[in-house]
Nanobody
Framework: VQLQASGGGLVQIGDSLRLSCAAS????????MGWFRQAPGKEREFVAS????????YYAESVKGRFTISRDNAKNTLYLQMDKLKLEDTAVYYC?????????????????WGQGTLVTVSS
């Protein structure tokens, strides 16, 4: 499975942005998926995950209530809707496919990673 993340850009505080992650084939629909991010000079961190059918999703506390993860298995695409963006949301965002059907906050549970898309939030 190859993953292609897109949708990043430069936005202002409070704006919204939607990231997409397109998978190369339909095997995607059997995997839990997740979004991670890495800010400059910081470790990669978990953002959100979703189970293979989309029935269960989990969020980092820092984004809970502002970000929404979703997926469209018919389109082999994962999404991350980001609202009320803050300066601290600035990072490269990576999508990933889990080795399991459920999502996970642990990076080691993900076997495929996209190339990342940069989100910059400015004041």
């Amino acid at each position: 499975v190859q993953l292609q993340a897109s949708g990043g850009g430069l936005v202002q505080i409070g704006d919204s942005l939607r990231l997409s992650c397109a998978a190369s084939d339909r095997r995607f629909s059997n995997n839990g998926m997740g979004w991670f991010r890495q800010a400059p000079g910081k470790e990669r961190e978990f953002v959100a995950s979703i189970s293979w059918r989309g029935g269960a999703s989990y969020y980092a506390e820092s984004v809970k209530g502002r970000f929404t993860i979703s997926r469209d298995n018919a389109k082999n695409t994962l999404y991350l809707q980001m609202d009320k963006l803050k300066l601290e949301d600035t990072a490269v965002y990576y999508c990933a496919a889990s080795r399991y059907a459920s999502g996970s906050s642990q990076a080691e549970n993900y076997t495929y990673w996209g190339q990342g898309t940069l989100v910059t939030v400015s004041s």
